[in-house]
């Protein structure tokens, strides 16, 4: 994907045709929302008005025929993303304004996408009915749609601009992305304000549900950086690496998550990777 990317970063026809021609492939909306964010993180927010502009004709003609505004809605947040994080240089406060822009986009769901999400209500209830099992409310199955979609594209759009930070790394900073990455830590204020979040989610739950499903992702991927991150000054490789997902998918499996969420917060407070000392300190001293 090196090549595309510079192919992209040669003029901006270029980029307009790679983000319409990418947005009109089914399910690669999310490769033509990584081109919108390299070129705002590159070449800023008014060199990646017009690629956005562009890049919306494709994702309207999606919404207008088939009803889903996914396409539309992640790049929209690519391109807020991609400004603060080229103003700010701060994965931190990315992952905190996403979790905002899930709560915010729970609000916009039902207008931008109530055919599909009533598609989606009827083909649940169908399955459950089929299964023999108890049918819940249509409304709680509504919402539930809502904010799982919600969450989705704003997933989509962080990884999106991961994708973009890392071709920008590739061509003009070699190996500045996984330094960013291993040094992702919340801010104590944005753990409170995020784990804050969760607490209501969970004990008023209903329509509040949604501040606690936005809060975990931005959680869990400043734990899963303190463990990169702790490996790396550890030295311990991609097998390191290997053995961590596979304890955590199928050994810990539903407390993986719980797990990194606790280890970010705790590291928020503590900053558990300036306790380390890497392999290199060690081997002087011995």
């Known amino acids: 994907m090196s090549g595309l990317a510079k192919w992209v970063m ?23 929302a ?3 964010g390299l070129v705002v993180l590159r070449k800023g927010v008014k060199e990646g008005i017009p690629v956005l502009a562009w890049g919306c004709l494709p994702a309207l003609v999606l919404w207008t025929l088939q009803g889903d505004a996914t396409a539309l809605m992640v790049l ?34 039902p207008l931008l996408m109530a055919d599909v999400l009533n598609l989606a209500v009827t083909l649940v209830q169908k399955v459950l009915s ?12 509504f919402n539930q749609a809502v904010m799982a979609i919600s969450i989705f594209q704003v997933v989509i759009a962080i990884l999106s601009l991961f994708l973009a930070r890392k ?5 003009y900073n070699p190996g500045g992305l996984r330094t960013e990455f291993h040094q992702l830590r919340l801010p104590v204020v944005f753990s409170l304000v995020l784990g804050g979040m969760i ?8 329509s509040f549900s949604i501040l606690s499903q936005a809060a975990i992702p931005a959680l869990i991927l400043p734990g899963l950086a303190l463990v990169h991150g702790v490996l ?3 030295e311990i490789g991609i097998v390191g690496l290997i053995a961590f997902y ?12 719980n797990i990194l969420v606790a280890l970010c917060v705790i590291d928020s407070f503590v900053d558990i990777r300036s306790r380390i000392r890497d392999k290199a300190s060690n081997s002087s001293d011995s």
């Open 10 to 32: 040669k003029k901006r026809l270029n980029a307009i045709i790679g983000v319409m021609v990418f947005g009109l492939i089914p399910m690669m909306f999310w490769l033509a």
């Open 34 to 36: 990584a081109i919108l």
């Open 76 to 109: 929209i947040d690519v391109m807020l993303l991609s400004y603060l994080l080229r103003v700010i240089t701060s994965w931190s406060w990315v992952l905190l304004v996403g979790s905002f822009l899930a709560v915010i986009s729970t609000l916009l769901q």
């Open 130 to 141: 089929n299964e023999g099992a108890e049918i819940p409310d249509r409304n709680l199955i």
């Open 167 to 171: 071709w920008q790394a590739g061509l």
């Open 199 to 206: 607490l209501i989610g969970e004990s008023l739950g209903g």
């Open 232 to 234: 790396a000054k550890k």
């Open 246 to 257: 596979l304890v955590g998918f199928f050994v810990l499996n539903v407390y993986f998550a």
